[in-house]
């Protein structure tokens, strides 16, 4: 039933339904005028520009885990400003850049024709412009810190070669996953603006376009040519690297991010400091005087400058007094200067706010230009966090270069499947640097001592290649792998035994055993020879070059600045090279007269007459080995060449001729009467 209006006296009553209809009116009003105030604050949290060195940015719509893409572009533009700009952004980014790739990186395939198509592809000066040279890898390091996003874009040609290019991540919109697996990216949506060059004109005309990019291992059996009307990229497929970022994130995020917001706070103290420190330099004294108003218009007048007052001169006649001048004035005056002490705040306030950059970077604060923080040993030595992020770094970028190299051999092998890449993995090797400069002696003794446990004859617990390889990588050999295929590493054959003499008498039972024909080979328990695998030419000259630097570390070095300090009877320097502590004659004749006490004897073992004998030829040995390189320090550069040169010959002559290493030092000096020392010499002072 309908009611009508009901009138009340001269006032007409109010239509129920209309009131109802008001109030509702009112409600919905009031809901959409809130709906509208949040999505007004939303919108300022997310889009807002810096309001006081701050920038609060919301999240995306879905379900609170992504940015929004409006957003991202707003963070990776602040982070490249701030990259540009700020000196601890840039500082942070430039040094994890340096670390990761300062020293370089090998790369390198164990199969000859896999190896091929990787120097190929490395070497391609299209493919060095964007990845594979040293300032294109340092480059991609700071993009990946500053953006958090690298796509990178393969293209092929009909012979299957592929060069790599980029796509920047402000042009991918959209990341199209797998609807039931979203760790599986299928498609990458990209806008960009496409620019052509009218040459006519001069001028470039651009049009926006859009298109579908397939990720680099999505291979459906059907492929759509659009999706929505938009191409599909198939020949162009995408790989993705994201930083920063959750797990669930389909982008990465910049590296800087955290850091950003600290690193401006930084910046605005520093600036709000240096401008009280430049208003309270101001005035620098303080001069009370006598007289009133008189007497402060007098001393105006005696202490200001005369120039572009009254008659120009073109110099001051009142100039300020040099320093270390003397202020005279009657009594009543007085001059002081103006104490600012407690005025300011202290500068090392702001530490606080370097401490979150650092913080945020993952770098500590002596990489921030404070030497005051750190020590001798953080001057030579990372943290172990620090050293643990470079080498985190260090195996991202591994297994970037793995999987595109993968890609990129099993394009040109023209089989693209998942299964040749698989199969070319274990194949292709990418090693680094050590992150950590070590000490050189240190290294090579380290080396040394897993290759021959510890100064022994070598063990065989490292294979020669390896063993070479580690000495050069120590020595910081530029090319390791054009040096190693130059080495001869082929196994020597072995010398036929003498035959059997049937008729020789036989051997007696109790008869020592004979000693080893080769003094380098040790003798077991029994008292014969241990058999070692047979030394190959390249293992018997690095096991040499090994001695000899091991000598020439332990004893060489102290010869440089102490030339007459004194050497035990075997000619080795006066306390083995200065591990037990010898290191003067008095030292040394100290430990002969222990010895000799210990063992009941003369010393060493030995009668004292032994002792004397052997000590004079000793020194005799050692006078002999300085005179030879007195005599290679007096050759002029020319005849060192030659006796280099002479001495060569007869090295590969004792090669040929099957002489052991060790005694080819001997062989090479009685064929053409040089001393090795003179050629070590001469070598020294002409290179």
Known sequence: MKLGPITIGNTPAVDPEARMREAVATVEGQFSDANLYLRERLAELEFALEDQGWRQIGMGDENNREFSRRALRRICALSRLMFLKNPLINRAVSLTAIYVWGQGVDIEAKDEDVNTIVQDFLDDPANQVELTSHQARLLKEVDLEVLGNLFFVFFSDPK?????????????????CNPEDAKEPWFYKRAWLKQTFDYDTGARVGAQEEAYYPDWRYNPGVRPATIAGKAVMWDTPVYHVKVGALSDMKFGIPETYAALDWAMAYKSFLEDWSTIVKALSRFAWNLTTAGGNKGVAAAKAKLQTTLGAGANLGYDTNPPPVAGATFVGTEGTKLEPVRTSGSTVNVEDSRRLLLMVSSATGLPETFFGDATRGSMATAKTLDRPTELKFKDRQTLWHDIYIDILQYVVAKKMGN????????????????????????????????VSAATLAGNPEAGTLPVELLSKLLLQALGVDDVDEVLAEMDFSVQDAPTPPPVDPNAPPADPNAPPPPPSDPMRPVNVAGHARRLPQRSTAEAMMVEAVRELRQAMRGEAREAWNPDQPRDPNGEWAGGGGDQGVTTAADFKREQNRQARDSGQGGYGQTKGEKASEKASGEARFAQQRADRATGMSWSKAEFETNRAAWNTAVQAAKVAGVRSVDIPDYASKATGLSFDSLVAAKTLHG
Do not use: P, Y
């Not at 693209?416 to 640097?433: H, K, L, R, Y």
């Open 416 to 447: 693209g499947d998942m299964m040749t890449m698989a199969e070319q993995a274990g194949q292709i090797t990418v090693s680094f640097a050590s992150v950590l400069e070590h000490d050189l002696t240190e290294s090579i003794n380290a080396i």
């Open 160 to 176: 299957g070669s592929v060069k790599v290019r980029t796509i920047t991540v402000d042009e991918i919109g959209e990341i199209i």
